[in-house]
């Protein structure tokens, strides 16, 4: 089951960027694109790790800053002809505010 936890207000995260929320597990990144949809993925690359959050974002994707992978945000998987998959994390925003689903034992720091 999760848990809806707001993390920031939409206007902290800038359009086409990203906010690092730190988990008791893991970094994950919660993205901005151009038409204020909000997305978030565990903050690592599936190819060598690379951190997504400095990453440029472009549509519903984001290009690693790394080795160029593109990661749908949606999906989490890299878009071929590269092949893995990173976590993805629901996400809603209401009254300008964003907040994410964490399962029991991701508690955001």
């Known amino acids: 089951m999760s848990n809806w936890i707001e993390i920031v207000a939409l206007a902290d995260i800038p359009k086409l960027g990203s906010r690092v929320i730190k988990t008791d597990t893991m970094d994950i990144a919660v993205f901005r694109n151009a038409h204020d949809q ?3 993925v565990k903050d690592a690359c599936p ?10 974002v472009h549509g519903t994707s984001v290009t690693c800053p790394l080795h160029n992978w593109k990661i749908d945000l949606t999906t989490g998987e890299a878009l071929g002809p590269d092949e893995g998959c990173t976590n993805v994390f629901a996400t809603k925003v209401e009254n300008g505010k ?3 689903a964490l399962k029991a034992g991701e508690v955001a720091a």
């Open 47 to 56: 190819h060598k790790g690379g951190p997504l959050s400095q990453g440029i």
């Open 98 to 100: 964003v907040f994410l």
């Open 38 to 40: 909000v997305f978030a």
